[in-house]
């Protein structure tokens, strides 16, 4: 269930600039449907400690069998990213020549730019690499499923502790409870293997039994679906278990609305706020804007505010030019670059479905 859109808060139009970002680098991949190939989309460099804003985004034509469980999977996103990017589209069954939102565009969360940040709001992972010889960093991204109300992942600062592979899972008590209520009881523990919900992959944290992992269950990533721990595909947290070292930190943050100034112009992304935020918005929203408005680049013109009442009704999870001249939620769609449809073959449908009876972390 959804939480109510962020409160508008309207203001003056007036004239603005418009900004360009920078596409990265795309690789070949075969198509379905005569598209241009995508851009890499979970991995970007930076290349000023400046930017904050990564990605383009893109669109395919789905197919007659494509969901948004497949299309996630097929370009590292998260259900309910896709959702948020698509409203009006029915995610089980699209249609035949729809055009998709792929939301592969972000706002890069905090003000952190080193180790691993979260963002809850967003369902994201950004993982920020060591610097090259030139001293730019990289950041890879990744869809994630974090815990399910009542079972709220934490925010704050931690770091990766140990990690663990083919592990087993002590089921706490807690969770063996609330199976046992349910009719569907757990052992004690899960061994390693296809039935086990942590995957073969598992990092451990200093925040007591919480994780990042993976799962057995990927169409459950994008989603809150867990009891706490953080989820990735089984891609996604190999490369991490590989590339993140013991130590490195881990900021937890919970951001549902972010904005920043790239290229002179303002940018706003915003998404639902999880339903178990109690923070008042309505109260929240004009502050940031009042701090984000109180630092603008020296070129800047002023935003346009009937585009950032648009951008904050819509909560689509893409970052939004709101100077005068962009394009409004409704134009997003038809301005972005219309790449191949890689979904190869849909199988997760009948896992989706199940995932309201999911036995999590």
Request: charged letters at 20%; one cysteine or more; a negative charge.
């Amino acid at each position: 269930m959804q939480s109510a859109p962020l409160p508008v808060l309207l203001l003056g139009t007036v004239l603005a600039g418009c900004s360009v970002l920078q596409e990265f680098g795309a690789e070949s991949f075969p198509g379905h449907d005569g598209g241009t190939p995508p851009i890499v989309s979970d991995r970007f460099l930076l290349e000023s400690p400046e930017q904050s804003i990564v990605g383009q985004i893109q669109v395919i034509r789905a197919r007659h069998e494509d969901t948004f469980v497949d299309i996630a999977r097929a370009y590292d996103l998260g259900f309910d990213e896709l959702v948020e990017a698509n409203p009006g589209i029915d995610p089980w069954l699209p249609g035949e020549g729809t055009r998709i939102i792929l939301p592969t565009r972000f706002i890069l969360p905090g003000d952190i730019r080193e180790g691993i940040v979260i963002n809850l709001a967003s369902k994201r992972l950004f993982y920020y690499l060591k610097p090259n010889a030139e001293g730019l960093r990289a950041v890879v991204t990744f869809p994630i499923g974090i815990g399910r109300s009542g079972w709220a992942t934490p925010t704050g600062i931690t770091h990766i502790a140990s990690r663990g592979r083919d592990p087993s899972w002590y089921v706490p008590a807690s969770i063996r409870k609330e199976h046992v209520e349910m009719g569907d009881p757990l052992p004690a523990v899960v061994p390693p293997g296809p039935d086990n919900p942590l995957g073969s992959h598992v990092l451990i944290l200093g925040m007591t039994s919480y994780l990042i992992h993976g799962t057995n269950k990927p169409a459950g990533v994008g989603m809150r679906v867990s009891h706490g721990c953080i989820r990735l595909f089984p891609e996604d947290i190999q490369f991490l278990y590989n590339e993140a070292p013991d130590g490195v930190a881990v900021t937890i943050l919970n951001e549902p609305v972010l904005l920043t100034w790239q290229d002179s112009g303002l940018f706003v992304e915003v998404h639902p706020p999880l339903e178990d935020d109690e923070r008042d918005w309505s109260q929240l929203f004009p502050e940031l804007l009042k701090a984000a408005m109180a630092e603008p680049p020296a070129s800047a013109w002023q935003p346009d505010g009937y585009l950032i009442d648009s951008a904050v009704k819509a909560a689509n999870g893409i970052p939004m030019s709101v100077m005068q001249g962009a394009p409004g939620p409704q134009r997003i769609g038809g301005r972005a670059r219309l790449v191949n449809n890689l979904v190869i073959v849909p199988e997760l449908e009948a896992e989706a479905e199940s995932l309201a009876f999911e036995t999590g972390d």
